[in-house]
């Protein structure tokens, strides 16, 4: 089912849904299982699966020398969401890029997802690969999610690109894309990431989910200034509980986020990562409460593979 069908069947209840990442290559697919299984009783409709980028590594061959090899760290988005949408008979959604995909690529790809049964995809950009100033699209690829959005709703309208095909099946994926309240990273202005965001959706995506955020005045600003330009499609936060002192630095690197300074002082304080953890259940779960209280039609966890603290955050506000 769409994730816009799952929001408009919840008629106005919140619903959580989750993020997860396949395992790194040749780690069993179990603990993906046990992540799931663990959260399995608070109803979750949709479980997004990311997908990720080759990488390089350098290794010394014969001589001294070094030899670039190219590396997929975590393949197999695709066979976990047929997996999960089998075991479970909950909706998987696979992240598909424009980084590393031509545009022919990325159509056999979405046919693959249109067999397999596969409802709903997230469409991303992607980051630059590690070690590349920027991003690079691929020779005959996208260089934005926007065109990526364009490529999918062609298809959902019956057109694929080989003008030459007599009759093309329409898909009918329902399309997610990325929508950031603190603004992406690249961008010069939020008016300007606001402007792409808003092409993106008349372009023909279905709904927004957020960039993790740990301020909800930040979310509601943004949904604000969406809302007063016409955009009416959900817009589904995303949450992640903090679980670590490291991840004061490391979040707002990876992610371009603030992390509010009670949240930083309360972490700071804490004596060992148990309390850190306990402060960031507590903090995730204030912001889910204020976040259903303000109607909010999903909240999306961010689990990064682990959902121990996910599901205390999600017993505490139930
Ligand atoms: P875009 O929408 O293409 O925007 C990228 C930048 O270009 C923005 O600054 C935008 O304002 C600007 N822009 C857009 N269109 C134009 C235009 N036509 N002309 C000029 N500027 C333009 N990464 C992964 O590798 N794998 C994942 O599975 C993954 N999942 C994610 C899930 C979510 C919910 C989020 C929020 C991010 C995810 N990412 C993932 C990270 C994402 O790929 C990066 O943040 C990436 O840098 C931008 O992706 P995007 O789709 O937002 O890009």
């Known amino acids: 089912m769409k994730v816009t069908e799952h929001i408009d069947r919840a008629k106005g209840k919140t619903l ?33 699966v990311t997908w990720h980028r080759e ?13 670039r090899v190219t590396i997929k760290k975590r393949p197999g988005t695709v066979g976990i969401c047929a997996a999960i949408q089998n075991r479970y008979n909950i909706d998987a959604i696979p992240h598909v890029l424009c980084g590393g995909f031509t545009a022919e ?18 469409a991303l950009r992607g980051d630059p690969v590690a070690g590349e100033r920027g991003f690079t699209p691929e020779k005959g690829g996208h260089a934005y999610s926007l065109d990526l959005v364009s490529q999918i709703e062609a ?9 030459s095909i007599k009759y093309c099946t329409p898909t009918n994926f ?35 989910i957020t960039q993790m ?59 060992n990562d148990k309390s850190v953890r306990e402060i960031g259940i507590e903090w995730c779960a204030e912001q889910s409460r204020e976040l259903i209280k303000s109607g909010v039609p999903v909240i999306h966890y961010y689990s990064s593979g682990k959902t121990e603290n996910i599901r205390e955050v999600l017993k505490e506000i139930s």
């Open 174 to 208: 329902c399309i997610g894309v990325a929508g950031y309240p603190e603004k992406h990273i690249e961008s010069p202005c939020m008016e300007s990431d606001l402007h792409f965001l808003r092409e993106k959706v008349r372009r023909g995506a279905d709904y927004i």
């Open 16 to 48: 959580f849904s989750l993020e997860i990442l396949p395992p790194l290559k040749g780690e069993s697919i179990q603990p993906a299982f046990e992540s799931i299984e663990r959260i399995l009783e608070f109803g979750i409709p949709f479980i997004d």
């Open 105 to 122: 690529e990325t159509e056999n790809f979405l046919i693959d997802l249109n067999f397999l049964g596969i409802d709903n995809v997230m």
């Open 55 to 67: 990488e390089f590594e350098y290794r010394e061959v014969e001589g001294g020398l070094m030899k």
């Open 155 to 163: 298809m959902n309208e019956g057109r694929y690109l080989d003008e």
């Open 213 to 271: 955020f740990f301020d909800n005045r930040k979310f509601f600003e943004f949904e604000k200034k969406l809302r007063e330009t016409g955009i009416t499609v959900p817009i589904i936060p995303g949450l992640k509980p903090l679980a670590t002192k490291k991840q004061l630095n490391a979040l707002p690197l990876k992610f371009k986020v603030d992390l509010p300074e009670n949240l930083v002082k309360e972490v700071l304080k804490a004596k």
